[in-house]
Nanobody, 124 residues
């Protein structure tokens, strides 16, 4: 079973940026769709962004379009989420997962194999 690990979260002010990183225990990140999710408080996971295996397709939730950018570095076996112009509503624990983008768009209902996540806190 492939394990993923998220990093890069932190405490920032409104308008600042963070770059999240997703690493895996194998080279699975190079060959599969990879999604980023977030969970605020006890809410359900929200699919934030996804990049297809071929990198021909990306998905962004309406709430982050124009501010977040997903990318993949196959040489480092990493998927990144660049988050600019952060706002307090972006505060959440962020997770990455190896899931098809169409599942990411629906928030991956029923998916249980979440990693530890990385906390992003945006102060006003």
């Amino acid at each position: 079973e492939v394990q993923v690990e998220e990093s890069g979260g932190g405490l920032v002010h409104t308008g600042e940026s963070l770059r999240l990183s997703c690493a895996a225990s194998s080279d699975a990140l190079d060959w599969w769709d990879i999604g980023w999710f977030r969970q605020a408080s006890k809410n359900e996971h929200e699919g934030v962004s996804c990049i297809s295996a071929t990198e021909n397709t990306t998905y962004y939730a309406d709430s982050v379009k124009g501010r977040f950018t997903i990318s993949r570095d196959k040489s480092k076996n990493r998927v990144y989420l660049q988050m600019n112009s952060l706002i307090p509503e972006d505060t959440a624990v962020y997770y990455c997962a190896i899931l098809p983008c169409e599942v990411v768009e629906r928030g991956a209902p029923g998916f249980q194999n979440w990693g530890q996540g990385t906390q992003v806190t945006v102060s006003s």
